[in-house]
């Protein structure tokens, strides 16, 4: 079975400029999570998909970050315009249930805004 | 919200010696709670979950321990070999949602 599937897996910007990131869940899972993760801390929920619908997006930076996932499979990430504190590592990770337990993370991009 | 408290930051051992992580939550109505291995360049991979009706539950070398009435868990590595080498991270779901919470990491380096 494949597992979930990210990329770009690296991204450098220079800082205003916009970035955007793919994720691929496992075949199957209904839910997507899109996490951050800063240098030497755990990851962090930004926005998680109950299929098509975003249900809790209360954690996403609305000003400069937005989210789809048409067609309740893939999903893309945005940051416009990046700055500084962007840069961490963006995981995916899907779950085959509703109830938030066993999620499965993708490898992740990392960014670096310069 | 809920918050998750994970000790120690770095734990290094022996090759063969036990390895214990220790994690608090503070959310009482928290009641899942998985660990991810995390290596270097790649996302976290889950190893073993515990639910809150469960006090132990054990997968080979690996073992988690709840205790409901302190808020605490724990992760117990028997026999540690060198590719157990990672950072760990212990998470707890809130019962309200599905959101997780996760610890800042163990850093454990086990020395051949």
């Known amino acids: 079975e494949a597992g979930v599937v990210q990329s770009p897996r690296y991204k450098i910007i220079e800082k205003k400029q916009p970035v955007a990131f793919w994720c691929n869940p496992i075949?199957?899972?209904?839910?997507l999570y899109w996490y951050r993760q800063n240098l030497g801390q755990g990851p962090e929920l930004l926005i998680r998909?109950?299929?098509?619908?975003?249900?809790?997006d209360s954690q996403l930076p609305k000003d400069r970050f937005s989210a789809e996932r048409l067609k309740g499979v893939d999903s893309t990430l945005k940051i416009q315009p990046a700055e500084l504190g962007d840069s961490a590592v963006y995981l995916c990770?899907?779950?085959?249930?509703?109830?938030?337990?066993?999620?499965?993370f993708g490898p992740g991009t990392r960014l670096t805004v310069t | 919200g809920e918050n998750v408290e994970q000790h120690p930051s770095t734990l290094s051992v022996q090759e063969g010696d036990s390895a214990v992580i220790k994690c608090t939550y503070s959310?009482?109505?928290?009641?899942?709670f998985p660990w991810y291995k995390q290596e270097l360049g790649k996302g976290p991979q889950l190893i073993i979950d515990?639910?809150?009706?469960?006090g132990e539950k054990k997968d080979q070398r690996i073992a988690v321990t709840l205790n409901k009435t302190a808020k605490h868990f724990s992760l117990h590595i028997t026999e540690t070999q060198p590719e157990d080498s990672a950072v760990y991270f212990c998470?707890?779901?809130?019962?309200?949602?599905?959101?997780?919470?996760f610890g800042e990491g163990t850093q454990l380096t086990v020395n051949p």
């Open positions: 990770a899907s779950s085959p249930t509703t109830s938030g337990g066993e999620q499965y």
């Open positions: 075949s199957g899972h209904n839910t």
């Open positions: 998909y109950e299929n098509e619908e975003a249900v809790d």
């Open positions: 959310d009482s109505a928290s009641n899942y």
């Open positions: 515990i639910r809150s009706n469960v």
């Open positions: 998470a707890a779901r809130e019962a309200s949602g599905s959101r997780l919470t």
